[in-house]
């Protein structure tokens, strides 16, 4: 029925948190993917980003709800089922620090995803793979035998990435790939994703709190907030015309490299961001917001369509406060 | 105006290894005038923390600073004895830390920390000490400042905690306050009030020594900047006139580097390359190897930092004369 | 054209990023490091392969038979004809110290690797798995550990009867829930580690998991409880044959020598000391060599 490569549907995940009470990392999320594009997910610290991620390729079991994948639910899949779509989604990791086991070469690391799904025969064809897989994240081949640890941040990334993309997945799930490499390898792995996207034919969710990052690879982003989501839709028309009153703070408060707007004022969010064991009733923006209401106090603001665009907010046509 | 809060002159810093010995910093010069914010950018391992920390006299062992002066008002104090500086610290100068968790005691409530910290500094009463912590709870914004003093830091968010690290460097009036990569960790949201209060500071008589990596934060707050490389001032100039013109081709890079929030683009500049392993420094300047206008006299000597006009110094052979 | 020259630049970037990494240390250099830095650790090693080979050849190295009497000679002092002496049946020291080491060694080395094998299976498979697994493993080792030691060791040897056999398999039983304990509280930090995460993510299957990134990863830990466990069970067997439910005489082992020699410990001191001076040489050694190891073979140990 739809043309969607992965979809949630009404995903929601509680984490027990200390007494009684739920967290509500992720709740009530919906979202589509659509085969070949990149959906940037963005927000602060503790919105549930990362978790929504691990929820999409079944890393967490969410609460309630739904993931579906080409149409098939994989949430009532059995362990045994769903092994043949695991080779279809892959994760790249924030730290690669932890995220490459220190007691293994890069051949071993990058060979385990081809030796684990039976792509190859001998010993020799699965070292040939491996090498053409580092010269497409541009890794030279002489370190084959080489461990982790000899690698700076930005190289030990690109053997994250020929990790996730070894077992030719279609989706592909970066979680904050570059927010802990040094600027000028940032770029470096950003290209070499956007690469790897149109050369493999691969879809991303990639999740990342800066937005200039974002702003580069996503073709739509999803704005989150205490795990709802708050904005949906083209990132360019996000971008230029935020409807939700919390991206407009977003992208107002990124730090321009451009000494002569200093003078400019800018709105600072007043107030502590609420917990997330403890949402405000009705919108969860609200304590924060300047522009919210008794309405926005009494009922929360479904997602809906305002040109072209989806944002959860009663006020979104009126621009800025 | 003119006076220098704090001078650091031809500062070295040496760290013996099993491979042999690194500079993390070396021969590094720099000032911060009074009532202003002058910013060290770089990336990791171009020694802006190590240069913070010497000032502080907080290396860890086995670094030693083995040449260079740093006076702060005028007093030079890399020769001072140990406990003379343990004064110094948090009277005339204090640091704020990237991760302000690891700084704080996790079973001890803030208000406490605080209240210990102006006791240690000042002799007065408890109670005395009480009512100053939470006039600068009030002072640093942080909300509803009765309550938060008796929570423990891991009950308070990132930048509540971050605001409890400055109000504990400010229990002095300290003249220069370090703060090392002080919103790195933070949201955006909260990046834009830490860095508002950095300027309340400043407007308050504390000149602010700020290192970070990222030059947004650098446009926002400072007045002047100090780009490091590999252990080295590569480049200094005030912020306008680093951001209009940049010299050096790693400034030149990072700038090119930086993303727009406002479009998007093909491909992104990059500087090719690692950040360089200073056991394995190449002979002549540290950037010549991602260097796109490297030359043959750039792989064999090291350039000098020379000013190219007033206000203005690069370290490449390219730029002096001030033409590419 | 500038694009075509930037590739230029990034592809030399590239190739001097070469000189920019680390060598590569194999194996044998990485022993060779050691055998450099630390020399505790080749002494160690040394006195370990000697006493492994004193023991082995124990028959070519003395003229006297194990149990050989000698009553007209007996707790002689050390002498040249009876280098350590001889005890209070005439037998030469030395040669039941050379004898002794067969058993001790023996009794030493392999319980302790069973109860490592056992307790790093069972405490992995506890830690890695959680739920039901982890509750029953880990109850029959509370249970294991809240008996003392020693009364367990009695009653288990006890209702099976002396024999070196019995030995080991009381002493394994003895230790492999500590072990168990320990892997477990390690497996379940890196359980939560990223790059077991990615290994899951990848499809690896969950025992794979365990034997290629958990178990490898324990091993320092399990190093250092392996050299902690060898004297460990020494002592033990020791007291065992004090008792009379482990090793039995006329056989030697360096505990039943002590708790025999202890009888004349004013008289014929050297009886204590020759085979106490042994244990503690062959304890110190496996933990010199312990840490040695531990110190080159962790790749993360080694800096940069």
């Known amino acids: 029925m739809s043309g969607y490569l992965l979809e949630a549907r009404n995903v929601t995940k509680l984490f027990p948190a200390a007494g009684k009470k739920k967290v509500h990392a992720v709740s009530d999320v919906s979202l589509q993917i659509r085969e070949g594009e990149t959906l940037g997910l963005v927000g602060e610290s503790g919105c549930g980003k990362s978790t929504l991620g691990r929820l999409l390729i079944r890393l967490l079991a969410p609460t309630s709800g739904e993931v579906r994948f080409r149409g098939e639910n994989i949430t009532a899949l059995k362990d045994s089922d769903f092994r043949r779509i695991r080779k279809e989604m892959q994760l790249v990791f924030q730290d690669p620090y932890a995220s490459l086991d220190p007691r293994m070469t890069v051949r071993d690391l990058v060979a385990e995803p081809i030796e684990t799904w039976r792509l190859c025969g001998s010993r020799e064809e699965v070292t040939d793979r491996v090498r053409e897989l580092l010269r497409a994240v541009n890794v030279p081949e002489e370190f084959l035998y080489r461990y982790p640890h000899q690698f700076s941040g930005g190289q030990r990334q690109r053997i994250g990435i020929a990790r996730a993309i070894a077992a030719d997945p279609s989706f592909i799930v970066c979680d904050e790939p570059v927010s802990a490499l040094d600027v000028s390898v940032q770029n470096q792995i950003l290209n070499l994703l956007r690469d790897l996207k149109t050369s493999r034919k691969l879809t991303y969710l990639f999740i990342s709190h800066d937005l200039s990052v974002v702003r580069y690879l996503a073709d739509r982003v999803c704005i989150m907030f205490l795990g709802k989501i708050c904005e949906i839709g083209d990132t360019e028309e996000i971008y230029t015309r935020p409807r939700h009153p919390y991206t407009r703070f977003l992208l107002d408060a990124v730090p321009v490299p451009d000494p002569s707007v200093r003078g400019k004022e800018i709105r600072l969010l007043k107030g502590e961001p609420p917990s997330p064991a403890d949402p405000p009733t009705g919108c969860r923006f609200r304590t924060r917001c300047p522009r919210a209401t008794e309405k926005c106090a009494a009922s929360e603001p479904e997602l809906r369509y305002i040109g072209g665009v989806q944002a959860a907010c009663y006020y979104a046509e009126e621009g800025p406060a | 105006m003119n006076e220098m809060t704090l001078e650091v002159s031809g500062l070295t810093v040496c760290y013996p290894t099993e491979k042999g010995a690194i500079f993390p910093v070396k021969d590094v010069s720099l000032k911060v005038p009074a009532g202003s914010i002058v910013g060290i950018v770089g990336e990791s391992g171009c020694g802006k923390s190590m240069t913070a920390r010497a000032v502080m006299g907080l290396l860890r062992s086995p670094g030693k600073v083995t040449a260079g002066k740093v006076f702060l008002c005028g007093r030079e104090i890399t020769a001072l004895p140990e406990k003379e500086r343990r004064k110094l610290r948090g009277n005339e100068m204090s640091m704020i830390f990237q991760e302000p968790m690891t700084s704080l005691n996790p079973v001890m409530k803030v208000g406490k920390q605080v209240e210990e910290a102006i006791r240690l500094h000042t002799d007065c009463s408890r109670e005395e000490a009480k009512r100053r912590t939470l006039e600068l709870f009030r002072e640093v914004e942080i909300p509803e400042a009765e309550t938060r003093l008796s929570c423990y830091p891991h009950q308070l968010s990132g930048g509540l905690r971050q605001r409890v690290m400055i109000a504990m460097a400010m229990v002095c009036r300290p003249r220069l306050l370090i703060a090392d990569e002080p919103t790195t960790a933070l949201d955006v949201t909260v990046e834009a009030q830490i860095l508002k209060l950095l300027e309340h500071l400043r407007d308050a008589g504390t000149s602010v020594l700020m290192i970070s990596h990222n030059l947004g934060v650098i446009a926002r707050v400072c007045d002047e900047v100090y780009v490091m490389y590999a252990g080295r001032v590569v480049e200094q100039a005030s912020t306008e006139r680093l951001f209009e013109q940049p010299l050096h081709p790693y400034s030149r890079g990072l700038f090119r580097s930086v993303r727009s929030l406002r479009e998007g683009c093909e491909t992104l500049e990059t500087i090719p390359g690692v950040v360089p392993n200073l056991l394995r420094l190449p002979q002549g300047c540290s950037f010549s190897l991602r260097c796109p206008e490297c030359g043959e006299k750039c792989e064999k000597t090291m350039p000098e930092l020379l000013e190219t006009e007033p206000g203005h110094a690069v370290r490449c052979f390219r730029a002096e004369g001030g033409e590419e | ?304």
């Open chain 3, 1 to 304: 054209m500038l694009k075509a020259k930037r590739k230029q630049v990034e592809q030399a970037a590239d190739l001097r990023l070469q000189s920019q990494i680390g060598e590569q240390e194999r194996f044998r250099d990485q022993l060779r490091r050691m055998a450099r830095e630390n020399k505790t650790a080749v002494v160690s090693f040394f006195v370990i392969v000697i006493l492994m080979l004193a023991a082995i050849l124990a028959p070519l190295l003395t003229p006297y038979e194990e149990n050989e009497m000698d009553l007209l000679h007996r707790l002689q002092p050390p002498s040249a004809e009876h280098l350590l002496g001889t005890d209070e049946g005439g037998r030469d020291v030395l040669t039941r110290l050379l004898f002794g080491a067969r058993v001790s060694l023996l009794i030493g080395v392999a319980p302790a690797l069973l109860s490592l094998i056992l307790g790093a299976l069972l405490g992995a498979a506890a830690g890695y798995r959680g739920g039901m697994t982890d509750t029953v493993i880990m109850r029959i080792a509370d249970v294991t550990l809240a008996f003392p030691s020693m009364l367990l060791a009695m009653v288990i040897m006890y209702s099976l009867g002396g024999g070196i056999f019995n030995v080991f398999l009381t002493l394994t039983l003895v230790n492999w829930a500590n072990v168990a304990r320990i892997v477990r509280s390690q497996t379940l930090k890196l359980r939560s580690d990223e790059f077991v995460e990615a290994a899951r993510v990848t499809g690896v299957p969950d025992r794979t998991i365990l034997r290629r990134h958990i178990l490898p990863n324990c091993l320092p830990t399990l190093l250092v409880l392996f050299t902690l466990n060898i004297p460990a069970a020494i002592l033990t067997e020791s007291s065992l044959s004090f008792l009379g439910l482990g090793i039995q005489p006329p056989n030697a082992s360096w505990g039943l020598m002590i708790n025999t020699g202890r009888q004349y410990l004013y008289n014929a001191p050297w009886l204590c000391f020759a085979p106490g001076a042994a244990i503690m040489l062959i304890v110190l050694s496996f933990n010199f060599l312990g840490n040695g190891l531990l110190d080159v073979l962790d790749p993360r140990m080694k800096k940069q």
